[in-house]
């Protein structure tokens, strides 16, 4: 009796971390969705909408639309870089980085450039079904 209790939990270890690890993978990131957001910017506001994939990658479109792919998404967090030339809009031709978080429904971080560092913030938008 006693080795048949001790086969069943080394047996279960491995069988629950594989179910727990399942069904881990199966969870989207919750910053997955469309986001209306606005950078703000010394002179102006610069609203875009964003679209967040589970991949990751991200679509930010706003006179034109422009795919990045260097994203993380990581819990409630949510960073990506790309060059500054893919947002003429913007007018800011280095490199840029985005570190934000999300909260429910709220989106925000701050975008980093080398002319300076703009707040961002963001609302999801509802799923049209």
């Not at 875009?48 to 679509?59: A, F, H």
């Not at 792919?69 to 030339?85: F, K, P, Q, Y």
Request: aromatic share 6%; with cysteine; hydrophobic share 35%.
């Amino acid at each position: 009796m006693k080795i048949q209790s001790s086969i069943l939990q080394q047996l279960f270890k491995p069988f629950a971390t594989a179910i727990i690890s399942l069904a881990l993978l199966a969870c989207e990131p919750i910053s997955v969705g469309t986001w209306q957001t606005t950078i703000e910017m010394e002179n102006t506001d610069q609203d875009s909408t964003w679209i967040i994939t589970p991949e990751p990658t991200l679509t930010i479109s706003t006179n034109s639309e422009v795919s990045i792919e260097e994203v993380e998404l990581a819990g409630s967090r949510i960073n990506w870089s790309t060059d500054g030339e893919n947002f003429p809009s913007l007018g800011i031709a280095s490199r840029l980085s985005f570190n934000g978080t999300i909260n429910g429904n709220e989106l925000a971080g701050t975008l980093f450039t080398q002319q300076g560092n703009f707040t961002v913030t963001g609302r999801r938008l509802p799923e049209n079904n």
